[in-house]
C-alpha cells in the first residue's frame, strides 16, 4: 500500500490495522518526518520503522513517477487542507497530483486488481464531482470500455470516499464495498451496476454525451491536465461577478480567483495613476516617452517573455526534481547565472546591427524553449530514477543554453536606443540638438554677494601703458573683454562699492565674466577710478 500525504501516520496505523504490509508513505515535508521520528519519538513509538513501514522524503507524484513497484491501494486521504482550500491558495497554484496524465501513472503503478483510494470533504460538491470525473476520463484515456464499473463512491455527514479500480468491479467485491458501507453507516452514492445513489454523479459517470454534460454544468468540472493543472478553479470566466452572490460554501473555493482578478484591477489602476497620470502633466516626460515609445515595448515585451518562458517550464521540471523549493532553487539560479553570462557575451554581437541581431536572437530563444518543452518528457522517463544531484545538474544543462541567449536582448536594446538617440543628437557627446525643452536660465547671482567690511584705501594703480586712462562714456560701458577677443560671450554684473574714507569717493569693482561656448570661463576684475578711467588687470 502507498499512502501520499502520511504525515504523522494516522493513515499507516489504520493499514497496518487492516494487515496491510508493505507500507510506504511519501511526506514531501521534512519537519514533519522529524516530528515523528525524533521530537516525538516517545508519542509516536518509532511508527515509521515499524516492521513493513517504510516513509520516503519525496513529492508523492515524482515518487511514484521514478519507483517500479506496484501497489494494490494508492491512497489520498485528505492531503490539503481545507483552511489553505479556503483563503483561495490552491485557486493560485497547480496542483499536479490531480491531472489526466498523473492519473495515467498511478494506474500504471497498480497491481491487477489495485485502485485509487480518495477521500475528501463532501462540502465541497463540485470537487468531488471533478475528482470522479477524472477517474473516468484517466479510465477512458486507457482504452477502459466500461469505467462506470471501475468507480465506487460512498459518503458520511462529512466525507466523501472515492474508489477507482483498474479492472471493473466483479459483483463480489462490490458487495463486500457494500457491506462495509452497512458497517458503518455510510450512504452509497455510486456503485456499479446499481440504480440508486446520487443522481447528479450517476449522470455524469453513466453518461455516453460527456461533453455535453460538461457544457451544461455551471461549474468548470473538466478534468485537469499537466498544462492547466488547476484543480480548485472551478469557477468559469463568464461567472466571475456570480461567484459573489453565492452562498458562503460555494463562494470560499473560487475566492482565489476572484482575488487574482481583483490584484489585476487594482495594480493596473495603481500602475496608470502612478506613472501615467504625471506624464499627461508633465510636458518634458511626455516628449521624451513619444520619442521612446518603440523601446519602451521592446524592454516591456523583454520582461514578459522571461516571465512566461520561466513559469512554463518550471511547472514541468518540478515533476522531474520532485519538490517545488529545489526546482525554483536550480532552475531561478541556472537562469541567473547564464543569462549574466549572456549578457557578457552580447558586447560582441550586433557591434554594427544590433536590432537585426536582437530580431535573429528572439528567434533562437523561441525555438531552444519548445525545444526543450518538446524533448522534456522523454529525457525525464529516461533519467527520473537517477539521484537528485544527477538530476539537478541535467536541469541545469537544459536551461543553461536558453538562459544564455535570453540574456542578451537587454543590452542590445540598450546600445539600440543609444544609437538612436546619437542620430537625434540627444547623447551627451552630441550637444547640436535637445532632447528636451530646455531647462530656464539660472536665476542665481555670479558670483555670489556676501557682506564683507569696506576695504582700506589702497594706492592707486598706475594703467596699463598701452590704453588710455581717459575714456568716454560709451567706451566705459562696453567690457575691456570684448575687445581682446572676438565673438566671445561677455555676462557680467557690476557691483558699486564706497570706499571707508571720511569722505565718500566715486569708486567701483567691475565683475565681468567671460566664457568661450561651452568651456570653462575667465573671469576679470577691473577697479573704476574716480574719473572713470579703468585700471587693473585684465587677466588678474
Known amino acids: 500500500m502507498l499512502i501520499v500525504g502520511s504525515g504523522g501516520g494516522e493513515h499507516i496505523l489504520t493499514a497496518l490495522a487492516e494487515n496491510a504490509s508493505p507500507v510506504v508513505g511519501i511526506e514531501m515535508n521534512p519537519i514533519v518526518i522529524d516530528m515523528v521520528e525524533r521530537r516525538f519519538a516517545d508519542v509516536g513509538g518509532g511508527l515509521f520503522h515499524y516492521p513493513g513501514v517504510r516513509v520516503e522524503l519525496a513529492e508523492g507524484r515524482s515518487y511514484i513517477a521514478r519507483t517500479q513497484e506496484r501497489f494494490d491501494v494508492i491512497s489520498f486521504t485528505l492531503i490539503d487542507t481545507w483552511a489553505a482550500t479556503a483563503g483561495g491558495a490552491f485557486s493560485l497554484t497547480e496542483n499536479y497530483l490531480f491531472t489526466m496524465r498523473s492519473f495515467d501513472e498511478y494506474l500504471d503503478h497498480l497491481s491487477d486488481r489495485g485502485m485509487i483510494a480518495i477521500k475528501r470533504w463532501r462540502d465541497a460538491e463540485d470537487y468531488v464531482l471533478r475528482m470522479v470525473l477524472l477517474g473516468r476520463a484517466a479510465l477512458e484515456a486507457r482504452g477502459q470500455t466500461k469505467p462506470e464499473n471501475c468507480i465506487f463512491v460512498a459518503a458520511d455527514d462529512s466525507f466523501v470516499n472515492i474508489l477507482i479500480k483498474k479492472q471493473p468491479f466483479t459483483m463480489n467485491e ?4 457494500l457491506g462495509v458501507v452497512e458497517k458503518f453507516g455510510l450512504k452509497t452514492l ?9 443522481e447528479r454523479m450517476r449522470d455524469m459517470i453513466r453518461t455516453t454525451d460527456l461533453a455535453g454534460w460538461l457544457a451544461g454544468q455551471e461549474q468548470d468540472l473538466s478534468p485537469p491536465t499537466d498544462d492547466k493543472p488547476f484543480f480548485f ?19 470560499i473555493r473560487n475566492v482565489g480567483t476572484l482575488i487574482l482578478l481583483l490584484v489585476f484591477a487594482i495594480v ?9 497620470g504625471p506624464l499627461l502633466f508633465m510636458k518634458k516626460h ?9 523601446a519602451a515595448f521592446y524592454f516591456a515585451l523583454i520582461g514578459l517573455g522571461f516571465l512566461t518562458i520561466e513559469i512554463a517550464l518550471m511547472q514541468s521540471f518540478i515533476l522531474y526534481l520532485g519538490h517545488p523549493t529545489l526546482t525554483l532553487s536550480v532552475f531561478l539560479a541556472t537562469l541567473l547565472v547564464s543569462g549574466a553570462a549572456g549578457s557578457a557575451a552580447s558586447s560582441a554581437l550586433g557591434r554594427e546591427r544590433p536590432k537585426r541581431t536582437a530580431v535573429i536572437v528572439a528567434i533562437l530563444i523561441a525555438s531552444v524553449a519548445l525545444a526543450i518543452r518538446a524533448a522534456s518528457p522523454q529525457i525525464f522517463a529516461a533519467t527520473l530514477g537517477l539521484p537528485t544531484v544527477a538530476r539537478g545538474l541535467i536541469t541545469a544543462a537544459m536551461v543553461f543554453p536558453l538562459g544564455f541567449l535570453m540574456g542578451i536582448p537587454f543590452p542590445l536594446g540598450v546600445r539600440a536606443v543609444r544609437e538612436d538617440e546619437t542620430v537625434r543628437g540627444c547623447s551627451p557627446s552630441t550637444p547640436p540638438r535637445p532632447c528636451s ?8 547671482r555670479w558670483p555670489p554677494v556676501s557682506p564683507s567690511p569696506p576695504p582700506s584705501p589702497s594706492p592707486p594703480i598706475s594703467p596699463p601703458p598701452s590704453r588710455s586712462r581717459r575714456r568716454s562714456d560709451s567706451e566705459r560701458d562696453r567690457p575691456i573683454a570684448a575687445e581682446r577677443a572676438e565673438n566671445k560671450k561677455v555676462t557680467g554684473l557690476r557691483r558699486l562699492r564706497v570706499t571707508g574714507d571720511s569722505e565718500p569717493k566715486r569708486s567701483a569693482d567691475s565683475i565681468f565674466r567671460v566664457s568661450t ?9 577691473y577697479r573704476m577710478s574716480p574719473t572713470g578711467g579703468a585700471v587693473g588687470d585684465p587677466e588678474a
Do not use: C, E
Not at 286 to 294: D, E, F, K, V
Not at 437 to 444: K, L
Open 268 to 276: 493596473s489602476v495603481l500602475v496608470l495613476a502612478l506613472i501615467g
Open 190 to 198: 455510486y456503485a456499479p451496476y446499481l440504480g440508486d445513489g446520487d
Open 517 to 525: 561656448g561651452q568651456s570653462a570661463t575667465t573671469t576679470g576684475v
Open 437 to 444: 525643452a530646455p531647462s530656464p536660465p539660472s536665476r542665481s
Open 286 to 294: 511626455r516628449m521624451l516617452l513619444g520619442a521612446n515609445l518603440r
Open 174 to 177: 462490490m458487495m463486500r464495498a
Open 233 to 251: 478553479n472551478t469557477v468559469r470566466p463568464a461567472h466571475l461577478l456570480d461567484a459573489f452572490k453565492q452562498s458562503w460554501s460555494s463562494k
